[in-house]
Each structure stands twice: as structure tokens, then as C-alpha cells.
């Protein structure tokens, strides 16, 4: 069924177009990847291994992406930073970074 793989290339090219837009480029490149990979087994090589690679080029977009905007950053966000002791308490760390110790020393 040569129908997948141009649906297949046709997806992939979309979702290079729309990967800045996060969703998009992960939907329709997974919708992609699995219909080119259907397609290259059905013994369609050419149009599969072309729809396989633009699919993956909207999938890294897309990811690069997710990476700049910072959507991998949100679940470590909130975390706290703490020493466990051998009687299961809990002491918080407190650190100070190298601009409040420039700002300390410019205040003094």
C-alpha cells in the first residue's frame, strides 16, 4: 500500500513546518514515523526510509524546541535540596549563589 508512505512523507514535511510549535511536530511526527515504518515494511524502502527521516527531523524539532521555550525544566523546578541523616531527619541545605555573594559584597 503505497498510500502510507506518501501519507507518511506527507506528515513528516508537516510536522518539519509546525515542530516550533511543540505539539504539533510531536504529533504528526509520531503519526509519521509509525506510517513510514509501516510502509518500509510492506517492502516500499524508498518511500519509507524518506517519510522515516522527515519524520525524525519534526521530532528533533520539535524536542529542540520543547528544550529552548524550557518544558523539560518544570518537573525539577520546585525541588527542595535536602541531607538525610541516619535518624531519617531531614536538614535543608542552604546555598547562596555567586551573584548574592558579588551583591553582599558590593552592599558592604
Known amino acids: 500500500m503505497k498510500v502510507a508512505g506518501v501519507v ?3 506528515l513528516g514535511i508537516l510536522a518539519v513546518f509546525v515542530g516550533w510549535t511543540i505539539v504539533g511536530g510531536l504529533v504528526l ?3 509519521a514515523l509509525l506510517l513510514a515504518m509501516r510502509s518500509y515494511r510492506e517492502r ?12 525524525c527531523v519534526g521530532l528533533v524539532e520539535a524536542l529542540v524546541a520543547a528544550g ?3 518544558l ?4 525539577t523546578m520546585f525541588t527542595k535540596t ?3 541523616t541516619t535518624e531519617s531527619t531531614s536538614i535543608p541545605m542552604v546555598t547562596e549563589t555567586k551573584t548574592t ?8
Open 101 to 108: 555573594e558579588r551583591a553582599n559584597i558590593l552592599l558592604e
Open 68 to 70: 529552548i521555550v524550557g
Open 29 to 31: 511526527g509520531l503519526i
Open 82 to 84: 535536602e541531607i538525610k
Open 44 to 55: 516500499h524502502r524508498l518511500l519509507g526510509a524518506i517519510g522515516i527521516i522527515f519524520s
Open 72 to 75: 523539560f525544566s518544570i518537573p
Open 8 to 10: 507518511a512523507i506527507l
